[in-house]
């Protein structure tokens, strides 16, 4: 049976940082993106419909997504075969991937995208969070998008990253949770729409 993420459970951070006022939530996500930046069935039918919608999945990508291509380079590997080995420690049953996604039409415009697919009872207020915390903590210009059509609630804003200015975009429902930065200047439209697809083309239903 996969383990629930409760609200009072707050996992360690396994990035390491000056001090630990208190313990943090989805550490994984955030420690993928900084290491990015550096190069069943019983327990189902008790719950509501949009749970059995959305859970449970797992994420998917082979060479190309959305039109971008996966960087494949050792770094990257080495990258997301740590992310799932310090998941998988702290969450038994969860998924990860950690990826760089390279535009081929604009090649100064990369993604840096990280998922985590497990089970998630209440996701409602989680999102602004997450994606603060994937930039300096601070949110511009936050906007929401359609999650259609498997639900939940997809968000882009801008936020500060230490090359200037990016947009990041979350989603997040009862069996995932995606974080990506757009890199080079991209509008938050378009990153929406980029993001929509993604997550449309990289998570199936188990």
Known sequence: ?????????????????????????WPWVLAVLALLSFGCCGVLALVSEPIRDQYPVRAVVGT??????????PQMQAVESKL??????????????????????????????AVVTTLILDPTGEL??????AG??????????????RGGELKCAHTD???????VCGWIDHGSL??????????IADSA??????????????
């Open 1 to 25: 049976m996969p383990r629930v993420i409760e609200p009072s459970m707050s996992p360690q951070l396994y990035a390491a940082s000056v001090e630990r006022p208190r313990r943090r939530r």
């Open 64 to 73: 190309e997504i959305a039109g971008l291509r996966k960087d494949a380079s």
């Open 84 to 113: 799932v080995a310090d998941i998988r420690a702290q969450r038994d049953r969860a998924g990860a991937i950690g990826v760089k996604l390279d535009d081929p039409k604009a090649k100064n415009k990369p993604i840096l995208l």
């Open 128 to 133: 602004d969070q997450l994606m603060a915390k």
């Open 136 to 149: 300096d903590g601070t949110l511009r210009n936050v906007q929401a998008f359609d999650a259609l059509p």
């Open 161 to 167: 990253s230490k090359v200037g200015e990016v947009v």
């Open 178 to 187: 995606g974080i990506a930065l757009f890199f080079g200047g991209r509008s």
């Open 193 to 206: 729409q980029k993001f929509q697809q993604i997550r449309a083309e990289i998570l199936v239903k188990e």
